[in-house]
């Protein structure tokens, strides 16, 4: 797992440990709040409002919404992440932001 939020998150929970239900959910709360916070902080303290549009920030707030629902529905059981075959193309992990003035080292990713 990679320390930059922009970087595509492969991350999966892992249901084969002994941690107790509550225990996966928090760690999965976490990550995925770190990772959303990452995104948030680059539009509260780096976005350029001279650069981006309207519609800019709001495809990246919607992608960072999308990525805390997903994280909402594995920890309550609706979408199962386990690892199996992975298919990239259906990934969320993969959506890359419409902000084509984005800086390019902070392009939104999914």
Same mark, same amino acid.
Not at 49 to 61: R, V, Y
């Given at each position: 797992m990679s320390a930059d939020v922009f970087e595509v998150d492969r991350s999966r929970t892992l249901k084969? %440990?002994?941690d107790p239900?509550?225990?996966q959910a928090w760690e999965t709360a976490r990550h995925? =709040?770190?990772?959303? $916070? @990452?995104?948030?902080?680059?539009?509260?303290?780096? =976005?350029d #409002?001279?650069?981006? *549009? #309207?519609?800019? +920030? !709001?495809?990246?707030?919607e992608v960072q919404s999308a990525k805390l629902k997903r994280a909402a529905?594995?920890?309550? @059981?609706r979408v199962d992440? !386990?690892? @199996? +075959?992975v298919d990239d193309s259906l990934s969320l992990n993969n959506t890359v932001s419409t902000c *084509?003035?984005? %800086? *390019?080292?902070? $392009?939104e990713e999914l």
């Open positions: 084969v %440990n002994k239900v509550n225990i995925n =709040a770190w990772h959303v $916070k @990452g995104h948030l902080d680059y539009i509260l303290e780096e =976005a #409002p001279n650069t981006l *549009s #309207p519609t800019d +920030f !709001a495809d990246m707030l529905d594995i920890i309550l @059981g992440d !386990a690892i @199996g +075959f *084509s003035n984005c %800086n *390019s080292t902070k $392009k």
